[in-house]
């Protein structure tokens, strides 16, 4: 009961109007549908909207990651579509695919995934290289980034000088160089101590109220599930329940 | 540029693992160039061996005269030839001989031979005859004295400065006879030449065979060995159809059948060689496929596109390849320079079948700059053909099964 006033709270701070970033209709996802097919996302129907921090929750095998992998443009669903910014991705290409991942998602992943070799710096640029960003541009954002995640000091550090937590800002930091519209993160914190969660989760949190960066995140984690503003949680690839339809409800 | 940067970051990431694609790659370099290289030396070797024996690298007779041996096949050797001859690009020297058989004689022991004239000092300058000296002295132009081989000194028990009697048919028909002091011995590798040869000078042959400014040959050598056919055609065609040009090749096709032989073995060893390069570059690609795959799915998924991870490591194969081919040339240049001053002596059978041929057993290795150039190229052609394989991997690539643990 105290988790749910949480998140009605949460949801009665989230503004009004605001456009939508992710439609996603009637999406499915099957596995062996010749033999025995097994659902991995089940006719699931997704809206968000511009500056949302969402959590997708669910156990194991529940179809969490699948579903951000169908978002993200990464799989492709056997049925339904998914709209990004008006675009419907299920017809694009692979290769016009990850044109579109570049320009407008940010990836957050489990165990950081940063290049070895670069430093953070590097990491962080090169995203915007993909980009074809001029250097100043580039200058001026890595400057403006490293002050967020408040890793000025590491610019020059490599992933293995720097701890797990500070690996995952970095990669919030790449995953934002690009500007994108929403950032995906499948279970940003699961690698991270408490301490490092929770500044991860803080400074996520300010990204989102101050540059109306809109986040979806699939996690167990509780800590995460608490900053939420949105949960939504889904069972055997089917969404059994959502905050903001409570929200909805209760307005 | 960046992806440049960034490929040669991505090389040391796993030091070992490149340290031993790039060591793969520099022995599979020095291997082939001083396999290449001591082929190559070998049969020039064999083919300057040759040369300085006896044949020249072409020469010149009158037509007929390689089917019927004959003095009677000789022709006038006047300037008017010899000028024609040294017109021709790429003709260094030439020389005269005047060749026949004679009965040679010591009084008790009778030995049919061949007999031959010569320009002393030009003939050195071709067939480095004085270098085979093994006792007394060299031929001037005006003596009236020969030089004999060693072998066939033996067999008529004659000494130096001994009297050597001649007894042979002369040009057109006419009585040969003469007796000349024995001025020096000569030795040959080849044992035919040992056994059979003696030299005086062309004026002195042709007052003994009644043959005056006659000449059954012409000697020639040449600047650029690869350009011998093409030398041997414009001679040709420079002195017209009453002469015939014939190179080493067509003169001793034995030696040429055998160079053949060994050339083609060869290449069986440098097929092998190369299978073993590719297997070694190959495997490494693998590893870098199996162990980058998830890197890789995830370069995919936050917007790098197939084609810029496929240059990304097109490059570094390349930089791993080239590293190895340049460090492998530069290792194999005083590899093979010291193999050639001081060259692989070869004792048991090999020396034995080379002495046949009148051979020392001695295999160096040659320096021509080709040889570097060409297996560098190759090996390094091997090597990026095979990182073509990434790139195949990549374009089937699926970031999410990628990324699976």
Redesign the interface.
């Known amino acids: 009961m105290q988790r749910y006033m949480k998140i009605v709270a949460n949801i009665d701070k989230e503004p009004v109007n605001k456009e939508t970033v992710i439609d996603a209709h009637n999406i499915s996802k099957v596995y062996n549908p010749d033999t025995i097919p097994v659902y991995a996302v089940n006719n699931v129907h997704l809206h968000l909207l511009k500056g949302e921090f969402t959590a997708l929750v669910g156990p194991s095998g529940s179809g969490k990651t699948t579903l951000l ?1 169908l978002i ?1 443009g ?2 492709k669903p056997d049925s339904g579509n998914i709209y990004i910014n008006g675009v419907d991705i299920t017809q694009l290409s692979s ?1 016009e695919l ?2 579109f ?3 407008n ?1 940010g ?1 957050v ?1 489990q165990s950081f ?1 940063l ?4 430093t953070a710096k590097e990491n962080v640029e ?2 915007m ?3 074809g960003a001029g250097r100043s541009e580039r200058d001026d954002r890595i400057k403006q980034l490293f002050r967020q995640i408040q890793l000025e000091d590491k610019l020059d550090s490599r992933p293995a000088q720097l701890s797990g937590g500070q690996q995952q800002r970095v990669a919030v930091a ?2 934002l160089a ?1 500007k994108p519209r929403f950032v995906l993160a499948d279970e940003p914190t699961a690698n991270l101590d408490s301490q490092s969660a929770s500044n991860l989760l803080d400074i996520m949190a300010k990204l989102n109220k101050e540059e109306d960066i809109t986040f979806l995140f699939s996690t167990h984690d509780q800590r995460v599930i608490d900053r939420a503003r949105r949960v939504v949680r889904l069972v055997d690839g089917k969404i059994v329940s959502d905050s903001a339809a409570v929200a909805t409800e209760h307005a | 540029m960046w992806l440049v940067k960034l490929s040669w970051k991505n090389i040391w990431r796993n030091k070992n693992r490149s340290m031993i694609t790039i060591a793969a790659i520099f022995f599979a370099v020095i291997l082939s160039v001083v396999a290449s290289s001591l082929q190559d030396g070998i049969f020039g070797n064999l083919v300057k061996n040759i040369v300085s024996f006896y044949t020249g690298y072409i020469q010149v007779h009158k037509k007929g005269y390689w089917d019927e041996q004959v003095l009677d096949n000789s022709f006038r050797a006047d300037r008017h030839v010899t000028r024609k001859i040294l017109q021709v690009k790429n003709i260094t020297a030439v020389t005269p001989r005047l060749e026949s058989f004679a009965l040679i004689s010591s009084g008790d022991v009778t030995k049919g031979g061949l007999v031959v004239g010569i320009d002393p000092a030009k003939e050195n300058d071709i067939t480095l005859l004085k270098q085979k000296l093994v006792q007394g002295r060299y031929l001037s132009d005006n003596d009236r004295t020969v030089l004999i081989a060693q072998g066939l000194a033996g067999r008529l028990k004659l000494k130096l400065n001994d009297t050597v009697v001649l007894i042979g048919q002369g040009y057109h028909g006419v009585m040969a006879a003469g007796k000349y002091p024995i001025k020096g011995i000569v030795k040959f590798g080849s044992p035919d030449l040992n056994e059979r040869v003696l030299f005086m000078p062309i004026s002195t042959a042709m007052d003994l065979y009644g043959a005056d400014s006659m000449a059954t040959s012409y000697i020639l050598s040449v600047r650029d060995i690869a350009k011998l056919q093409s030398t041997a055609a414009d001679v040709q065609s420079s002195l017209g159809a009453d002469y015939e040009t014939m190179t080493w090749e067509q003169i001793m096709p034995d030696v040429r059948q055998h160079i053949q032989a060994d050339t083609n073995s060869m290449k069986y060893i440098q097929g092998i060689l190369y299978l073993l390069i590719c297997f070694g570059i190959f495997g490494t690609l693998l590893m870098v496929m199996v162990e980058r795959k998830y890197e890789l799915g995830m370069l995919i998924a936050i917007g790098m596109k197939k084609g810029r991870l496929a240059v990304l490591l097109m490059l570094e194969s390349m930089f791993t390849v080239i590293t190895g081919c340049v460090l492998g040339i530069l290792v194999s240049i005083p590899v093979v320079y010291y193999l050639n001053k001081y060259p692989l002596r070869m004792g048991g059978e090999t020396a034995k079948a080379y002495e046949k041929f009148g051979f020392e057993a001695v295999f160096p290795t040659s320096i021509d700059a080709s040889n570097f150039i060409t297996q560098g190229l190759i090996v390094m052609g091997v090597g990026l053909v095979l990182s073509l394989y990434p790139i195949y991997k990549i374009i089937r690539l699926d970031p999410v099964t990628a990324m699976k643990r």
């Open positions: 992998n993200g990464l799989d290769g990850i044109d991942r570049l320009k998602i990836f992943f995934n290049i070895p070799v670069l090169f995203i290289l993909l980009q790449r995953a690009s």
